[in-house]
């Protein structure tokens, strides 16, 4: 970057960076550089250490511009302040044990509980960097996790039904239990590929039997939330499991506590 941009350049970018709302965006259209370049500069004249491993850590990515390293840079946060302890240029499995390795064991020891997202590489370099701490995934990306699972489910279901509805649709001649069954298969592809939201909706309405019914031509009938909710789980066990299951995960995390959560989720573990 020095070749290219004079040193009276390089002191304004930096005294620009300075300013708490001034981003490498900013300053890269103010000189007229790439934000590749306002990053480079800083990253070589600017060296910031990082602040003690917490007790608690957090490790997360966050995207980041693309570079040389990585499209993401992670992140480390100490849970109990929510202070940066510092920020790396990538999330690869090497960067991150290069980094822990060059700090001392007896400060890595401190560290009793490591959170992160359910990315493996998180898991296997915390197991090795932070030999006393217990590694922890959160709420929301053990949720986050199940919900693609779930989903994964509801589309082999709905694909299979439209394979069948395909199969059937083709038929020439149809006999009177393919024709009904040409129907059911049309009403649970549609309330599959229609109502799906409804699997990961808070919406009252969906639990409560007793909401105001309303005409579904395509269904053919009477029908509040909770009604089709119930059509699209429970005519497939594989489905219907799956529901129950993100049923048992909602409890675990709305009604534990530091007496009972060891006892739940022992239960949730053996209901999976």
Not at 21 to 44: G, K, L, P
Not at 163 to 174: D, G, H, I, T, V
Not at 224 to 251: C, Q, S, T
Request: charged share 30%.
């Amino acid at each position: 970057a020095g070749s290219r941009i004079s040193l009276a350049t390089v002191y304004n970018i930096l005294e620009d960076l300075r300013k708490p709302n001034m981003t490498f965006r900013d300053v890269a259209e103010r000189y007229h550089i790439s934000q590749t370049t306002a990053a480079h500069v800083f990253d070589s004249f600017v060296s910031i250490s990082r602040r003690p491993l917490p007790e608690y850590l957090l490790i997360d990515e966050v995207y980041a511009f693309k570079s040389a390293h990585s499209k993401y840079v992670c992140v480390l946060v100490d849970f109990e302040t929510q202070n940066i302890v510092d920020v790396l240029p990538s999330r690869r499995k090497q960067t991150l044990m290069d980094y822990f390795f060059s700090i001392p064991l007896e400060e890595r020891k401190n560290v009793k509980i490591v959170s992160f997202d359910m990315w493996e590489t998180y898991r296997i370099v915390s197991k090795i960097m932070f030999p006393n701490a217990i590694c922890a995934t959160d709420h929301f990306h053990v949720k986050q996790e199940f919900g693609r699972k779930i989903d994964r489910v509801r589309i082999d279901v709905m694909n299979k039904y439209y394979s069948r509805k395909k199969y059937l649709e083709k038929k020439k001649e149809k006999t009177k239990t393919e024709k009904l069954e040409l129907k059911e298969a049309s009403k649970h592809y549609y309330a599959l590929k229609k109502f799906n939201w409804m699997l990961f909706s808070n919406d009252n309405r969906i639990f409560d039997p007793n909401e105001k019914k309303i005409y579904n031509h395509t269904l053919e009938g009477y029908y509040n939330y909770y009604d089709i909710l119930e059509f699209m789980v429970r005519h497939d066990p594989v489905l219907d499991l799956a529901y129950d299951l993100k049923y048992e995960l909602d409890e675990f995390y709305s009604r534990s506590n530091e007496k009972n959560a060891l006892k739940n989720i022992e239960e949730l573990i053996i209901s999976f």
